[in-house]
């Protein structure tokens, strides 16, 4: 399913032309963190880790119960995908409380994988 395909009780519309970046998703995604008060809860590293894993394991338990990966249940998106954007939605978040940016380590990362052997050296 693409955005733009999206079931009608989700308030907005996204098309191509309005695609944001990284950066963009991560102010846009704090903002609403803070407009909700989730930014006065101060977490530990391992605390944030073990909400992520949770997510994580939600999108695995969709799975494993045969659901669509997105679909909505009286209004509120759910499944795989939704799951797994939680998981995101938390690291970027995570990433901004910690002032790390995120668009950068991607990238940082992507470049030292491309220097990797193909499977990291191992056979299969």
Partial sequence: ?????????????????????????????WETNVSKGWNKLKRTPLEMHALITTE?????????????AITIINGKPEGEAVELTDAIIRILNYFTEMGWDVAFLIE???????????????RL
């Fill in 1 to 29: 399913m693409n955005s733009n395909q999206m079931n009608s009780t989700c308030e907005e519309q996204v098309t191509y032309e309005q695609l944001k970046t990284i950066r963009d998703i991560q102010d846009e995604l």
């Fill in 56 to 68: 994580i394991a939600e999108a695995t338990e969709a799975v494993r119960l045969g659901m669509p």
């Fill in 108 to 122: 940082m990362k992507n470049n030292y994988n491309k220097t990797r052997e193909r499977l990291h050296g191992k």
